[in-house]
């Protein structure tokens, strides 16, 4: 069964460094997703990314925040400047269709610890 | 605004106990999707099922139920005869219809002893 990818699954850097998770979404899908868990809390959609740009984004995906296809299979968020409170478990997704129809497949995760 | 609301935060059951997860919702979109997601302690999130709303059959899978009612807004979750293997965080969450994005339920976390 086809897989969303993601590397690493662990990451651990230093405030105010910057980071950037990568994602390799399934090959036909034409949405992706990235979305945040903060550890005991829920789930937290960042951004939608469709045709080469942000279809949306929530309130977390400040200046600080970057997505990017940019090879047509990768998709990363970019954190610019880490914080502390950026840590937190990254999940990428993406689905074939805008309406999730067809549903949505999610990566197993990022782990990211700023310290 | 749209909301998904699991008021359980926590559950303990014993195994073998039938444990029921709530989860209701708030939608203006007369077309929508709900979905149910396990997030067992290794992180991942596990895709349970995907219901949309003009379908209210309830559903089972093997130990899994789900019953769906537009009337009260709740599509609720129950696992038949627990296993300690079921213990994990369970999300419910909806599916916004102009963007397509996931806006997730807090989650319960259902705790199964053996």
């Known amino acids: 069964e086809p897989e969303v990818t993601q590397t690493p699954s662990h990451q651990v850097t230093q405030m105010g460094q910057e980071v950037i998770l990568r994602c390799v979404p399934i090959?036909?899908?034409?949405?992706f997703y990235w979305y945040r868990q903060i550890l005991g809390q829920k789930v937290e959609f960042l951004v939608s990314?469709?045709?080469?740009?942000?279809?949306?984004k929530s309130e977390i995906f400040d200046d600080q925040f970057s997505v990017e296809r940019p090879d047509g299979s990768n998709f990363t968020l970019k954190i610019r400047s880490t914080k502390l409170e950026d840590s937190a478990m990254y999940f990428c997704?993406?689905?074939?269709?805008?309406?999730?129809?067809?549903?949505?497949?999610f990566g197993s995760g990022t782990r990211l610890t700023v310290v | 605004a749209q909301k998904v609301t699991q008021a359980q935060t926590e559950i303990s059951v014993v195994e073998k106990e039938d444990v029921t997860l709530d989860c209701v919702y708030e939608?203006?979109?007369?077309?929508?999707?709900l979905f149910w997601y396990k997030q067992p302690p290794s992180g991942e999130l596990v895709f349970l099922i995907r219901?949309?709303?003009?379908?209210?059959q309830n559903e089972i899978s093997g130990r899994y139920s789900w019953n769906f009612q537009k009337s009260t807004s709740s599509f609720n979750f129950t696992i038949t005869a627990s296993q300690v293997v079921d213990s994990a965080v369970y999300f419910c969450a909806l599916a916004d219809n102009q963007g397509g994005k996931l806006i997730f339920g807090q989650g319960t976390e259902l705790s199964v002893k053996p």
């Open positions: 219901r949309n709303s003009f379908d209210e």
């Open positions: 990314f469709y045709n080469n740009e942000i279809s949306e």
């Open positions: 090959s036909n899908h034409l949405y």
């Open positions: 997704a993406s689905s074939e269709a805008r309406q999730s129809v067809y549903g949505y497949t």
């Open positions: 939608t203006r979109d007369t077309t929508y999707y």
